[in-house]
């Protein structure tokens, strides 16, 4: 007998039973075109120094990382953002090297400015990579400082656009720097340039191989807790994001990525600007680990994690796998 509204008559796995029909009834797909690169640069010429912590992700020397966006231009990937490794002697209390027009980002940056034109090329806005204490802000007393490091933040900003960044990416989460960055980008007349705010950016224990990539993972004194967010908070998170959207941001960053999914989800839904999800170092390497050891399918791995930030409502995913995923996509 047949019951109307319950199974046997209603039965889910007809929309499941091939490939042709669960394509056509996907209700999310995954292109290149969703990917973000992140690279970290190095000095050098024809140099490639292994990530210990990060299996299969490299520190590159500039012209190697012009091969590398290169590649990935011709996957199909539209954006990279550049990390660098400064070299100790170089950092200093105040950043000062981040404020080198000469610095290696911006060295990166006009090298793939003019090698790859039309990619987008995202510059990360904050003091760590530079500083001696491994801070994204200047420390006073032994306080991180937040209106005094917006100063500097604006600084940096100004020369990573200066080199041919179009897209700049404050990270370090101090209150007031969009807005401030904002302003002082248009004063020079670069309206042009977008920001891409890390608005919900939380103390993570899930960097620490990317502070082992920028080398500032020895130089860290204590924690970023007093301006990075407290992992318990999500309504916080749409107060910030909404702050950032006031001030003048362009598009929006969660970070990290798959542990705080509910959060994308949040940040979407209430704001509708483009959100991208941080698949940060520590998911990475976490899941490079299980590839390695044979624990589960790599490529089928890389592909549903992918996935479920666009199931949450990311419009783009910054990930260490992008060159591996969009090979994948483009093979199938």
């Not at 120094?49 to 590649?71: C, F, N, Q, T, Y």
Request: hydrophobic content about 45%; charged content about 25%; glycine content about 6%.
């Amino acid at each position: 007998m047949a019951f109307p509204g319950r199974y046997p008559t209603v039965r889910p796995r007809r929309n499941r039973s091939n490939a042709a029909v669960r394509a056509l009834v996907a209700e999310n797909a995954l292109t290149p075109a969703d990917l973000i690169w992140p690279l970290f640069v190095s000095d050098g010429i024809n140099k490639r120094e292994p990530v210990p912590s990060m299996p299969g992700v490299d520190r590159m020397s500039v012209d190697l990382i012009v091969d590398a966006v290169k590649r990935a231009e011709d996957a199909g990937i539209p954006a990279i953002a550049l990390f660098p490794y400064t070299d100790p002697i170089l950092r200093d209390d105040a950043g000062s090297e981040a404020f080198n027009p000469d610095n290696l980002v911006c060295r990166a940056t006009r090298a793939v400015r003019e090698a790859c034109p039309n990619i987008m090329i995202v510059c990360d806005v904050a003091l760590d990579p530079y500083t001696s204490h491994g801070h994204d802000g200047l420390i006073v007393g032994g306080e991180i400082v937040n209106d005094e490091t917006v100063e500097s933040l604006i600084k940096q900003a100004l020369v990573q656009a200066e080199a041919g960044c179009d897209t700049l990416a404050p990270s370090d989460m101090m209150d007031g720097r969009i807005g401030a960055i904002r302003a002082a980008l248009d004063v020079v007349g670069r309206c042009d340039v977008r920001i891409l705010a890390y608005a919900a950016k939380y103390a993570s224990c899930f960097y620490g191989p990317f502070r082992d990539a920028v080398g500032s993972s020895t130089a860290l004194i204590g924690d970023k807790r007093t301006y990075q967010m407290n992992p318990a908070n999500s309504d916080e998170a749409l107060r910030e994001v909404a702050l950032d959207i006031a001030e003048g941001a362009d598009m929006l960053m969660v970070k990290p990525g798959m542990p705080y999914l509910d959060i994308l989800q949040r940040v979407k839904s209430e704001f509708h600007l483009p959100t991208f999800a941080y698949q940060v170092s520590g998911e990475y390497s976490m899941l490079r680990t299980a590839f390695d050891l044979g624990y589960m399918d790599r490529d089928r791995g890389i592909l549903e994690t992918l996935m479920c930030f666009k199931r949450a409502g990311a419009d783009a995913v910054l990930t260490y796998f992008a060159l591996d995923a969009a090979l994948m996509m483009n093979s199938s």
